[in-house]
Nanobody
Framework: QVQLVEAGGGLVQPGGSLRLSCAAS????????MGWYRQAPGKQRELVAR???????NYADSVKGRFTISRDNAKNTMYLQMNSLKSEDTAVYYC????????????WGQGTQVTVSS
């Protein structure tokens, strides 16, 4: 059974930092492109950052220079370091795994809430 379990969300003040993690089980982690998506109330889910199985990364323009995605294949875990957080970063953050070759194979985590507020 495939599981993607996010952790690390919470309430933080503007300008603060959080580190999200996504622990995967039931998949060959190193064969998957991993990504973070987010969905704010009333908005569509959007890509935040993605890291390929080879370590290539891309980011949404809105988070470039503030967020850093990384992965540890030995621990089957992906991370998102979020710095200089803004109120507009408030959303539920979801972990996604997409097979690097068989691209229709993918999984989602249950999401973790990030709230940026003073």
């Amino acid at each position: 059974q495939v599981q993607l379990v996010e952790a690390g969300g919470g309430l933080v003040q503007p300008g603060g930092s959080l580190r999200l993690s996504c622990a995967a089980s039931g998949i060959r982690f190193s064969s998957y492109t991993m990504g973070w998506y987010r969905q704010a109330p009333g908005k569509q889910r959007e890509l935040v950052a993605r890291i390929t199985n080879n370590g290539g990364t891309n980011y949404a323009d809105s988070v470039k220079g503030r967020f850093t995605i990384s992965r540890d294949n030995a621990k089957n875990t992906m991370y998102l370091q979020m710095n200089s957080l803004k109120s507009e970063d408030t959303a539920v953050y979801y972990c996604n795994a997409k097979h690097a070759i068989v691209e229709h194979v993918g999984y989602w985590g249950q999401g973790t809430q990030v709230t940026v507020s003073s």
